[in-house]
């Protein structure tokens, strides 16, 4: 099967979160099962950089199309080279962190290049059987491909329902959609113009990054005002739990850390814990749990929950350290923090992607206490790296860790719940065969991206074999 694969981020040559992981990770596993998949993203400075055997391809009417290869797995590429993503900054945000105010425009080109790949007016001779979308930035894509005829299918992948695009109405002519497109049944979300929106009401079936975000998204708890949507269209809707790359996150061979351990030498990460503590000016405490966050400091994360139960942590004798960036009153809230414990607290705003390997390795314990959480990788590679996780009940947190077996598990988005969890965490870290027996059941779990990829595949092959029917004629 041929797949476009379109996304806005991967890894290693653009990466803003968890995303990029995935677009990396699953057109490998699709390609090493035998589809004939290919990446469409935004020619964006590191992308032009990074791309392997670069050349163009196509002349576009807005800018020209080169074709590459990813650096580490051969996957083709194509990027969209064009002035409006030659930038500093990053993908979605200048310098200053605002968001790029000609942001519509931007994913507007991405999403109507895709279309424009998969119709009878492309450039190259390869056309895709099915566009597959990723989050708002490709939302466009499936209404382009409807209102073109394009034969192709159309699968919108939701990584996040959080994050949705919504821009002024007047973009809607300006990037080539008709007015009629602008409506209830259509582009219109409450008054704006919603490029997630579009991809849900457009796209021929729906995909969420776990089978409980699958669900959780139809309420209106956590539908974000598209859980009407998203109900009507409930037999179209799939969960399908990440993956995550074993050649990039295993600890018998991962490349950033200078000890090597698996399942039957666990003794070895009190190395990597020893360098880990040196190294962010902790306390050198082999007994001490020792806690880990990678993560983007946000509300949704549930990181005011770890602030509000950090002094009984550090009453038991607790360590953390924290790594990520985000809402700035996180960042600043965990920097004071750092300051109040030395030598107990540990904050690093950024992302490091060898420290975040080396936090992984070095914990004893990994937090993960989020609101809400579609998928998340954290908490597969903290089993991984046999360091047990502690998630809330939802999402993919609750699809991949199980209480007291892989993991510690707490329901409610409550301080009292989180530190009820916390403490059982540390009263099994201190019995040290249960705790290993926790280590080893995590570190057991298959969590590689081929399961998923078969999953994807027999939802193409669904797609495939239902009939299409094509909007009225709009050439791109």
Known sequence: MRILFVTSEIHPLVKTGGLADVSASLPAALQSLGMDIRILI???????????????????????????????????????????????????????GLDWPDNAARFGLLSKTAALLASRHSPLEWKPEIVQGNDWQSGLAPAFMHFSGSNARSMMTVHNLAFQGNFSRDWVGGLGLP???????????????????????????????????????QTPEMGCG?????????????????????SEWSPERDGY??????????????????????????????????????????????????????????????????????????????????????????????????????????????????????????Q?????????????????????????????????????AFREAISRAISCYRNREAFRNIQRS???????WEKSARSYIALYESLLSQGLSTGPGFRI
Do not use: W
């Open 442 to 448: 995590g570190m057991a779990k298959n969590f590689a």
């Open 179 to 217: 007015p009629s497109s602008y409506s209830m049944h259509g582009v219109e979300f409450h008054g704006r113009f919603s490029f997630l929106k579009a991809g849900l009401y457009y796209s021929n079936t729906i995909t969420t990054v776990s089978p409980s975000y699958a669900q959780e998204i």
């Open 380 to 416: 597969m590679y903290g089993m991984r790296y046999g360091t047990p996780p502690v998630v809330r009940k939802t999402g993919g947190l609750a699809d991949s860790v199980t209480d007291n077996e892989t993991g510690f598990v707490f329901e409610k988005a409550e301080a009292g």
């Open 42 to 96: 935004p020619g964006y400075p590191g992308v032009l950089s990074g791309m392997k055997e670069a050349f163009e391809c196509a002349r576009l009417s807005e800018g020209s199309l080169l074709c590459g290869k990813m650096p580490d797995t051969g996957v083709p590429v194509y990027a969209i080279d064009h002035p409006i993503f030659r930038r500093g900054g990053g993908p979605y945000v200048d310098e200053q």
């Open 226 to 246: 598209m859980e009407g949507l998203l109900q009507h269209r409930r037999r179209d809707v799939h969960g399908i739990l990440n993956g995550i790359d074993l």
């Open 257 to 378: 850390l200078n000890v090597k351990y698996d399942e039957s030498n666990l003794q070895s990460k009190i190395e990597i814990k020893r360098e880990l503590q040196a190294g962010l000016g902790l306390e050198r405490q082999d007994d001490a749990p020792l806690f880990g966050i990678v993560s983007r400091l946000t509300y949704q994360k549930g990181l005011d929950l770890v602030h509000s139960c950090l002094d009984a942590l550090f009453e038991q004798g607790a360590q953390i350290a924290v790594l990520g960036t985000g809402e700035k009153e996180y960042e600043q809230a965990f920097l004071r923090l750092a300051e109040k414990h030395p030598g107990r607290c540990s904050t690093s705003i950024g992302y490091d992607e060898s420290l975040a390997h080396n936090i992984m390795a070095g914990a004893d314990l990994f937090l993960m206490p989020s609101r809400f959480e579609p998928c998340g990788l954290n």
